[in-house]
């Protein structure tokens, strides 16, 4: 078998394809297309379906989604099965409009390619871990995917570290309040467009941009942070992030902002509008910010209760007269781990292991 084109398949003007390329093979596996399988044969709402997975595999049943595999059509419906080596093309042929389309794709890792240009989803509400951890996609095309209702899109790209380009610079996420790990992981990503990103209801931000090693800049300035209550790991392990502009983001609500700067190659850091009277850990804040010599924390305020663990570890840089504060919690903190070395080289978090792939655990889902 061979990647075809489109040709003989059924005319729908509602589908993905994508591409799936197998390597290594045993005959015995089956290998996954898609994985969202209550999603896409019912796609009902949770309460219908609750106690129904009997049904699922009834032929009676299946009526949301045709898997064509090189314009062959899989009857009945299975979202798996038994490949070769060699590419193929996938197509899924939706018959009607899904309103959720998380775990679609979650840990499909033969799948290279995956083109959403002809997917309405107009009537999505959750796309949480949608892309998750596509460790093979080279190429994920959601430059005209409609997000205008979507709520959830925590780990929608996690640990697609493959991906040199994401166009996400039509998204519409107004309504979306999780962002949870969006891009996490997306380690080989060298550019990012989002300037259009509407933040004005997102609650959870933590681990945002985790682990983006290859971002040599991002601009956040359209982001409203006003109801975000929760700041870690946004920028943590960008390390080529010389600068970070985050003058208009406003943190009233967030009570934990651990890690948020942690192993970025900034320079300085004007916090001078961070209000952290809520923040109830900043733990590892600036870790690992080897190139850091300025820092502006004038408004910081920090509570007797609030965690500040290695806050300036291995800030190899940065000198006590740097830092603009009149905290006498943040310079002790300074003092202590100045006192207690450097972390040894060797000494990194543990998220990262071996060929891109990103192993750190996903911030739990507050849902």
Do not use: W
């Amino acid at each position: 078998m061979g990647c075809s084109s489109e040709t003989g398949m059924n005319s729908n003007d509602n589908y993905i394809t994508a591409v799936l390329e197998v390597k290594d093979y045993e005959e015995e596996d089956e290998i996954e297309m898609i994985n969202s399988y209550d999603r896409i044969v019912r796609n009902t709402p949770d309460e219908a379906i609750e106690g129904e997975e009997e049904n699922y595999n009834n032929e009676t049943e299946i009526k949301d989604c045709t898997i064509y595999i090189d314009g062959k059509p899989i009857i009945p419906f299975s979202y798996t099965h038994k490949f070769t080596r060699g590419k193929y093309l996938i197509k899924y042929d939706f018959h009607h409009l899904l309103t959720k389309t998380d775990y679609m794709f979650c840990y499909c890792l033969n799948l290279t390619e995956i083109d959403l240009t002809h997917f309405n989803s107009s009537k999505v509400n959750n796309m949480s871990r949608m892309f998750f951890r596509l460790l093979n996609a080279v190429k994920i095309d959601v430059s005209n995917l409609n997000t205008k209702n979507v709520t959830n899109m925590s780990s929608m790209f996690f640990t697609c570290s493959k991906l040199k380009q994401l166009d996400v610079s039509k998204f519409d996420t107004s309504k979306c309040e999780n962002m949870i790990s969006m891009f996490s992981g997306c380690e080989s990503l060298e550019e990012l467009n989002l300037s259009k990103f509407n933040t004005k209801n997102v609650l959870f931000l933590n681990g945002f941009l985790e682990g983006c090693q290859k971002l040599k800049k991002i601009d956040v300035s359209s982001f409203n942070t006003e109801k975000v209550t929760r700041m870690s790991g946004v920028f943590c392990r960008c390390k080529e992030l010389t600068s970070i502009n985050v003058s208009n983001f406003n943190t009233k609500n967030v009570i934990d902002m651990s890690e948020m700067f942690s192993e970025t190659a900034v320079e300085s850091l004007d916090l001078s509008n961070f209000n952290t009277e809520k923040v109830e850990d900043m733990s590892y804040l600036f870790r690992r910010c080897k190139n850091l010599k300025k820092l502006n924390l004038s408004k910081f305020k920090v509570n007797q209760n609030t965690n500040t663990e290695r806050m300036f570890s291995t800030c190899t840089c940065l000198e006590k007269k740097n830092i603009k504060t009149k905290d006498d919690k943040i310079l002790a903190q300074f003092d202590q781990d100045l006192l207690a070395g450097d972390e040894p080289d060797g000494q990194e978090m543990e998220e990262y292991e071996g060929e891109g792939e990103y192993e750190g655990a996903e911030p739990e889902d507050p849902y």
